[in-house]
């Protein structure tokens, strides 16, 4: 159950990162209510995670993930560039999450 509310909590932590650029300065009322429940519905469920996974592997999923989601959708909501660095900085995110993953054991 603990790996089903880590990939809620990243589903939340990507809302919060693209939410946080709608929200022009929090100047944007709507935008600023969506991503402060973004972020509260984030990281209540990686704190459900994490009374099961060590924190340190956790909280570097929710975060790596979190970040390769924002950039793709960043990508196709806010047409930012995705650029070869950035492909192979993805590449390594996504070593990093299976190595932990594995690590983890569970």
């Known amino acids: ?3 089903i509310y880590l ?3 990243i589903v939340f932590e990507i ?3 693209l939410g946080t650029n709608a929200t022009q300065g929090f100047t944007k009322l709507w935008p600023s209510v969506f991503t402060l429940l ?3 519905g984030g990281i209540f469920t990686l ?3 994490l009374t099961t996974l060590d924190v340190g592997v956790g909280y570097t999923i ?3 993930v979190g ?7 960043g990508a196709l909501v806010y047409k930012e560039k995705i650029t070869l660095p950035k ?3 993805f590449a390594a995110i996504i070593a990093g999450v299976v190595t932990l993953r594995l690590a983890a054991g569970v």
């Not at 970040?67 to 793709?72: H, L, P, Q, R, W």
């Open 1 to 3: 159950m603990a790996w």
């Open 47 to 49: 704190s459900l995670a």
């Open 7 to 9: 990939a809620i909590a």
């Open 87 to 89: 492909l192979i900085s």
């Open 15 to 17: 809302a919060f990162a």
């Open 67 to 73: 970040s390769i989601g924002t950039v793709i959708l």
């Open 62 to 64: 929710w975060t790596g």
């Open 38 to 40: 973004a972020a509260a």
